[in-house]
């Protein structure tokens, strides 16, 4: 019988506040006509910050992993870097949320709450340290996040989102469950450093269960990053879900589930590495190619965008392939990195976007540079970000990535990441060439910011330069979260 | 006796006797010589005891004081016409009084009816005593809705139709009240067995329905609404719904529906003896002046039953009586109830039982 | 015939209800009815909650009894009888991906019938794990609520707010306002 010792639970006491935190906004939005949508946003950003400043101090963590409840979670440097960065994460989207959610006139405290219980179910997700507790999380963060996507209930296109989010989240949730429960069925362990010592005796008495079991865990956490071919449900859903929802989609929730998917694949299977790296390594090419290759045709900035995501799930995934100590941490440092670029693109699309999905093409960016100078600088940061160019964090992010993969000898996908970076060059800049080079015309729409949004997207560029321009505090930050390789 | 006895433990071998022999021929017991006369009688004590309260006679005519009457049903039930209507759902029709009577009859199996075996190889009086017995009262408590659903809908008729939705919709937002109540002695016993739970009053000297008054009160509400009694028999109310989900159904079909009931009300009668009332023990089990209320001079553990079948009387008429003094609720005074007042009562009960649990 | 009960008895039976979860399971997605589709999946749970029992885990087969057969299948059951969904006899079950799901299906099933093969043959594991306690039987019921209460007490509360978020859900999306 495992240890159990009720005063763990303090020592989650962050999760446990954005829980409670949650649960004060959903009760607050019951009240009356709802909290206005300012006041549901302080409450939240009060939130997030707190529990940002529990997660600094009250989890402590050592050097070694710190197992707790009877195990089933753990504290330890991966969990806090990847609970901090999905916190930031989270405070960027409640600020580019403001002033959609009340365009909309849709109630702010519910959407608040959801969201802030979605990040609780983050926050557990990357502390799991049993199939069990990592997966009841993630699925407290993928229901939330389907309410989220649909949450424009009367746009067709946010009842699009969120019933196919809803019905291929459902199917790979249910594929993850069955993979690990066919593992449990070979070890008959959950935890996952039992896992991986029972795994080598269970290969040889479970025959096909371990082999079929891992491979469908993957499947699932593979659908979660949206990596090919897993990611037919992603251009549908970040199209139609409300914006900053797909700007919350594409960073916190990728970050959590690369997460998990790096815990899982590390200390769960690290019996198993030459298997998965073959898998990796061949998802990780398709994704990189295919996803490039799809943003290159479209001319919807959102769905240009969620290809693009697609594809930088692809970038991360070298990391995970190479499988080395630098491996490892660079992609926790280009996930930090990816976190303030994404939702930095994304609050530009808010900037522009208006009711009906109107403003989202990249024709409505033409002559922004002379309407509106700063938000047209602040896009270029990012869109060199996301091509990889210096002096951003998405340059400093990839090339550690690459000469990770390099190193541990996959020069063959690195190679393809190199090129396919190169191919991402053309549609990102076609956005670029309409700020820069073309004029607008009547119909396109006036930049819209807000105090929120503005605060957001200079963040967000400060973010990306600092990464860029002085990364090494970021990158010991990051190698802090590194975790024990086989 | 014995020797028939041992003649088929040597025909069948231990397994077969033990597991599958003894136990049908309990259910066989309990159910042609207990329960079936039970309710055939039952309802004649029902026409007996609301004609007292009415100032009528009740039926008087078959034999002495009618006490032939329910024969005399049973017979005009077995030989009336078969009906079904056209257009109706023939499978479901035919199902669902069967899976109306059917869970009743399978709840029996688990109810201790008087005290286990006080010797090896003596009699037990239930059939079977399993560590999940309150769990699986429960689940197959739900069921009958299932014969009742089937029933309306495949009736193809817009009054059972509408029968077996208010139907649905009662017996489930009453099942959650049940079910918390059902954990106030639970805890306290700290076992799901229900002889363990008689036991465990036994044991504290007093019947659960002194510390859990306020989950006896509830299990009684939610359990007269489980089995669509008055004041909560809505799903058949005439004057709005003809005869609700059975409207349809004639001759021996209507019969098991009605046999449905009635089980279903001796079911919810015998559970809330066995759990707040002290199954087969006498009142005040602690008291020894009272110890010639065992009635020890009965063989075999008889007195129990006897203490048993006086307090499910007791419940049963209590059932007749609510039936002879309380107006129909109106449904959604009925809902209103059931979630705005039962389920906080019940949690409430629960919360306290578990503090007291924890510190006393 | 005894002896075919007593020694094979429990095979019998797990096949018997293993055969019923499998054909209602087709049942739920191909039947046009939606009445009987609902019903398929009553049968369903109803079986699997046998093979539970037949397991030794009484708790999670009358569990799986009381809240799926007798909660949430009546909930399906009134919203079918609530809605009218007639309709859905004239719209198409399967869309023109039929051939491509058949294979990928077949495939499925042949991989599965596969890892299953490869097992060696051999009884039924001890259960004993499923009703002891420091290895003494204390009953399943027992077992499970102490593993649930102490190891996993913290995804248990998870999953008391995901279900809080489903709720809540439900209500967002389907209130008009």
């Given at each position: 019988m495992p240890a159990f010792d009720l005063r763990e639970f303090l020592l989650l006491a962050p999760e446990i506040l954005l829980a409670i935190g949650g649960l004060a906004l959903l009760l607050a939005g019951s009240v009356?006509?709802?909290?206005p949508g300012r006041v549901a946003a302080s409450l939240s950003l009060f939130f997030l910050v707190a529990t940002a400043l529990l997660v600094l101090t009250v989890?402590?963590?050592?050097?070694e992993p710190r197992l707790i409840l009877g195990s089933s979670f753990v504290l330890d440097g991966f969990a806090r870097f990847f609970k901090l960065v999905i916190l930031a994460g989270t405070a960027l989207t409640v600020l580019i949320s403001v002033r959609f959610v009340d365009d909309g006139a849709y109630r702010a405290g519910e959407y608040h709450a959801l969201l802030l219980l979605a990040t609780t179910g983050m926050m557990f997700m990357v502390g799991g340290f049993n199939l069990v507790s990592i997966w009841i999380a993630l699925e407290l963060m993928a229901l939330s996040s389907y309410i989220l996507a649909g949450y424009?209930?009367?746009?067709t296109r946010s009842n699009e989102a969120a019933l196919k989010y809803f019905v291929l989240g459902a199917l790979s949730s249910a594929i993850l469950l069955y993979g690990a429960s066919l593992l449990y069925g070979a070890?008959?362990?959950?935890?996952l450093d039992l896992l991986a010592a029972a795994l080598p005796e269970a290969m040889v008495t479970g025959r096909l269960l371990v082999p079929t079991g891992w491979l469908m865990l993957s499947v699932g956490l593979l659908f979660k990053v949206a990596a090919?071919?897993?990611?037919?449900?992603t251009p549908d859903v970040y199209v139609g879900a409300p914006t900053p929802v797909t700007a919350y989609l594409a960073a916190a929730s990728k970050t959590a589930s690369f997460a998990i998917l790096v815990r899982i694949f590390v200390q769960g299977l690290p019996t198993l590495l030459p298997d998965w790296q073959i898998v990796i390594a061949a998802v990780a090419s398709v994704t990189m190619i295919w996803g490039n290759l799809a943003a290159l045709?479209?001319?919807n900035v959102k769905r240009m965008l969620a290809y693009s995501s697609i594809a930088h799930a692809g970038y991360v995934l070298l990391g995970l392939l190479a499988a080395s100590v630098i491996g490892l941490w660079s992609v926790a440092f280009y996930l930090l990195a990816y976190t303030f670029i994404t939702l930095g693109a994304f609050a530009m699309v808010v900037v522009l976007e208006r009711r009906e999905?109107?403003?989202?093409?990249?024709?409505?960016?033409?002559?922004l540079a002379r309407r509106a100078p700063w938000l047209a600088a602040a896009m270029l940061v990012f869109l060199l970000a996301l091509t990889g160019i210096p002096p951003t964090g998405g340059f400093v992010g990839k090339v550690y990535l690459f000469a990770a993969a390099v190193e541990a000898g996959w020069t063959w996908v690195a190679v393809i990441g190199v090129l396919t970076s190169a191919i991402s060059l053309y549609y990102y800049f076609s956005i670029a060439v309409q700020m820069y080079l073309k004029e607008s015309t009547r119909d396109t729409p006036e930049p819209l910011g807000s105090p929120a949004l503005t605060a957001a997207i200079a963040t967000c560029v400060v973010a990306t330069l600092v990464l860029g321009l002085f990364p090494g505090p970021f990158i010991e930050f990051a190698q802090a979260a590194g975790l024990p390789l086989p | 006796m014995s020797g028939l006895l041992a003649a088929m433990l040597e025909a069948t071998g231990p397994t077969l006797f033990h597991y599958v022999l003894v136990p049908l021929i309990k259910i066989a017991i309990v159910l042609f010589a207990g329960v079936l006369p039970l309710i055939m009688y039952l309802v004649l004590a029902e026409r007996k005891v609301l004609g007292f309260m009415q100032a009528r006679v009740g039926?008087?005519?078959?034999?002495?004081?009618?006490?032939l009457q329910p024969i005399a049903d049973v017979m005009k039930l077995l030989v009336k016409e078969d009906v079904v209507p056209r257009r109706a759902v023939r499978w479901a029709f035919v199902l669902g009084p069967c899976l109306v009577v059917a869970p009743a009859f399978v709840i029996?199996?688990?109810?201790?009816?008087g005290p286990p075996?006080?010797?090896?190889?003596g009699i037990s009086w239930f059939v079977t005593d399993i560590n999940v017995a309150l769990l699986m009262v429960l689940a197959l408590a739900t069921l009958p809705v299932y014969g009742i659903i089937l029933g309306g809908w495949g009736s193809n008729s817009k009054f059972s139709l509408l029968g077996g939705l208010r139907s649905a919709a009662q017996m489930i937002s009453y099942e959650v009240p049940q079910g918390f109540a059902l954990v106030g002695p639970l805890l306290l016993a700290g076992t799901m067995s229900l002889v363990g739970i008689v036991e465990a009053q036994r044991d504290l000297g007093m019947w659960f329905i002194v510390p859990q008054f306020v989950a006896f009160f509830v299990f009684l509400v939610a359990g007269v609404a489980e089995s669509n009694r008055?004041?909560?028999d809505l799903p058949e109310a005439e004057s709005e719904?003809?005869?609700?989900?059975?409207?349809?159904y004639t001759g021996i079909r209507f019969a098991l529906f009605f046999l449905g009931e009635y089980a279903n009300m001796i079911v919810v009668s015998s559970v809330a003896v066995t759990l707040?009332?002290?199954?087969w023990l006498r009142p005040?089990?602690?008291?020894?002046?009272?110890?010639?209320?065992?009635?020890?001079?009965?063989?075999?553990?008889l007195g129990g039953v006897v203490w048993f079948s006086l307090k499910l009387f007791v419940f049963l008429f209590v059932y007749i009586w609510f039936r002879g003094t309380f107006p129909r609720y109106r449904f959604d005074q009925l809902m209103a109830l059931g979630w705005k007042w039962m389920i906080p009562l019940a949690l409430v009960n629960l919360f306290l039982t578990g503090l007291v649990k924890v510190w006393v | 015939m005894i002896e075919l009960l007593t020694q094979h008895g429990e095979a019998i039976l797990f096949y018997a209800f293993a055969l019923a979860a499998v054909v209602s399971a087709v049942g739920v997605i191909s039947l046009r009815n939606p009445m009987y589709c609902a019903l398929s999946l009553l049968v369903t749970f109803l079986a699997v909650a046998a093979l539970f029992l037949m397991r030794h885990a009484e708790l999670l087969g009358m569990v799986q009894l009381f809240v799926?057969?007798?909660?949430i299948m009546v909930l399906f059951l009134f919203v079918i009888m609530l809605v009218?969904?007639?309709r859905l006899r004239e719209?198409?079950?399967?869309?023109?991906q039929v051939p491509i799901a058949l294979v990928l299906g077949v495939l499925l099933v042949a991989l599965f019938g596969w890892v299953f093969l490869s097992?060696?043959?051999?009884?039924?594991?001890?259960?004993t794990a499923l009703v002891s306690l420091d290895g003494e039987v204390v009953g399943n019921a027992k077992a499970v609520a102490w593993v649930l209460y102490t190891e996993y007490l913290l995804p248990f509360e998870i999953a008391s707010i995901f279900l809080l978020v489903a709720m809540i859900g439900a209500v967002v999306l389907g209130r008009r306002d």
């Open positions: 009356g006509r709802g909290v989890e402590e963590v050592g050097p424009f209930k009367r746009e070890t008959g362990e959950l935890r090919v071919p897993f990611h037919v449900w045709t479209q001319t999905y109107a403003g989202e093409e990249v024709s409505d960016y033409a002559g | 039926p008087n005519r078959v034999g002495l004081w009618g006490l029996f199996s688990v109810i201790p009816f075996a006080a010797t090896e190889g008055n004041p909560f719904l003809v005869a609700g989900f059975h409207t349809e707040f009332l002290g199954g005040f089990p602690s008291v020894e002046a009272l110890s010639f209320l065992d009635l020890s001079f009965l063989p075999a553990g | 799926y057969g007798g909660g009218n969904l007639h719209v198409r079950l399967f869309n023109e097992l060696p043959a051999s009884a039924p594991g001890d259960s």
